[in-house]
Every structure is written in C-alpha cells, then in structure tokens.
C-alpha cells in the first residue's frame, strides 16, 4: 500500500516543477523587455544628441558668417577712402594725401572699436599679461617701466588679440655712466 504523503509529496513535485519553469521564463521574458527598452531609449538619445551637435555645429557657423559679414560691411567704406587717397597721391598732393590717410586710419579705428576693439595700455609699469618685452635698457625710469613701444598691442573684449611689444627700463643709470 502507498503511503498518501509520498502521493501528495510526488503530486506537488510534479504541479511546482512547471511553475518554477513558468516563474523563470517570466523573469527572463521581462528582463528582456527591459533590456529591450532600455536600449531602444539609449538609441533615441544617441540620436537626438547627434541631432544636438550638428544643429549646433550649424548655427555656430551661421553665426561666424554672420558676424564677417558685419565686420566687412563696416570695413568696406574704409576700402573707398583708401582708392580715394590713393587717388589723391598720384596727383602728388601731399597735404590732401596725408589728410586722406588720416581720414581713413580714423575711419578704421573706429570701425574696430565699434566691434569692442581696444589698445592695450602702455604708460607705467610691464604687464606680462597685455606687453611682451623685447628688450630691457637702462634708463632714469625704474625698473620694469615702458620705456618705448615699438608695436601697439590690442584687446577685444577679455582676450588679447596681440600682445603691444615694447622696450622696458633694466633699472636707473648711475650718474657716472650719463
């Protein structure tokens, strides 16, 4: 005679083995899904971060056209007052010319200093940030003192665009040496 707990024992064994099988292949089914998902969704961003960088790549060139275009259209009436000078000089003017040169040089100082253009400072003391020294002289003013600037140096908004080159004191003369 078979015991009725084995019975029941074998009965459950045979019923929870198809459940376990079950309860696994819905954890792999959406662990899949998930998976799934989650790469479908790094695929769409990967997608709109590309579109990001060329959309931005775009305008950023736009946006230097544009603001060529703007400088050369000011730089433009420069040109005219330059064939015009040059016209003034084959007609041996020199008064006219000279006004001429000046009245463009002004013209083109202005136009540069409209687009946020300044001349770096030069009276005082070295500024290795703004000047670059090209040689030390001895001289009364102390040393480290702009003594002469052989090159303008020029800012546009924070940035230096060219350093102004300049000679700078190597400290006093003595009185012996004057």
Request: no cysteine; proline share 5%; hydrophobic share 35%.
């Amino acid at each position: 005679m078979s015991n009725p707990f084995e019975e029941f024992e074998q009965q459950v064994e045979e019923q929870s083995a198809p459940v376990e099988e079950t309860a696994g292949a819905d954890a792999l089914a959406d662990a899949l899904r998930e998976r799934d998902e989650y790469l479908d969704a790094l695929k769409r961003l990967k997608a709109e971060f590309e579109n990001y960088r060329k959309r931005s790549e775009r305008e950023r060139s736009e946006f230097s056209k544009r603001a060529t275009e703007q400088l050369v259209k000011q730089l433009l009436p420069v040109v005219d007052d330059l064939e015009r000078a040059l016209e003034v000089a084959a007609l041996h003017e020199g008064e006219k010319l000279e006004e001429g040169v000046r009245l463009v040089q002004r013209a083109l100082s202005d136009a540069l200093a409209r687009e946020g253009l300044v001349e770096v400072p030069t009276d005082g003391q070295f500024d290795p940030h703004t000047q670059e020294a090209l040689l030390a002289q001895p001289s009364s003013k102390p040393e480290g003192a702009v003594i002469q600037v052989l090159q303008k140096g020029y800012t546009l908004g924070d940035r230096v665009l060219r350093p102004a080159r300049v000679v700078v004191s190597a400290g006093g003369v003595e009185p012996s040496e004057q």
